[in-house]
Nanobody
C-alpha cells in the first residue's frame, strides 16, 4: 500500500512537500514516480526516480521547480515542489513500477490514493 500525504492549499510562489510511504512491500526494487491529474485532463507524469535514486525524470512543466527523492531504508518517496503555480493544481498520486524509468502511466502497477494540491493565484 502507498500512502501519500502533504497536499494542501498554498499561494502561488509557495512550496509544498509531498511524501509517499509504502507498507507491505519494499520499494527498493521499484522505479517510483509522482503523477498528477487535474479535472478534465489525463493523468500525467510529474517526476520519476530510479531504484537507487541516481536517475530522475521530470515533466518539462516542473523541471527546475520540483525535486523527487527517495529513501529506500525508510520506504518513502518525496516530492518537493517549489515556486508553485495555479496550473500545478491537481490530485497527486505516487506510484511504482518494476519496469524502467521511461515507463508510461499504464505500466505502473502499484498506486497510492491521491492527495489534493491547490495553488491559489
Amino acid at each position: 500500500q502507498l500512502q501519500a500525504s502533504g497536499g494542501g492549499l498554498v499561494q502561488a510562489g509557495g512550496s509544498l512537500r509531498l511524501s509517499c510511504a509504502a507498507s507491505g512491500r519494499t520499494i527498493s526494487s521499484y522505479v517510483m514516480a509522482w503523477f498528477r491529474q487535474a479535472p478534465g485532463l489525463e493523468r500525467e507524469l510529474v517526476a520519476a526516480i530510479s531504484w537507487g535514486g541516481r536517475s530522475t525524470k521530470y515533466a518539462d512543466s516542473v523541471e527546475g521547480r520540483f525535486t523527487i527523492s527517495r529513501d529506500n531504508a525508510k520506504n518513502t518517496v518525496d516530492l518537493l515542489m517549489n515556486s508553485l503555480k495555479p496550473e500545478d493544481t491537481a490530485v497527486y498520486y505516487c506510484a511504482g513500477t518494476l519496469r524502467n524509468i521511461a515507463t508510461p502511466a499504464a505500466g505502473y502497477s502499484y498506486w497510492g490514493q491521491g492527495t489534493q494540491v491547490t495553488v491559489s493565484s
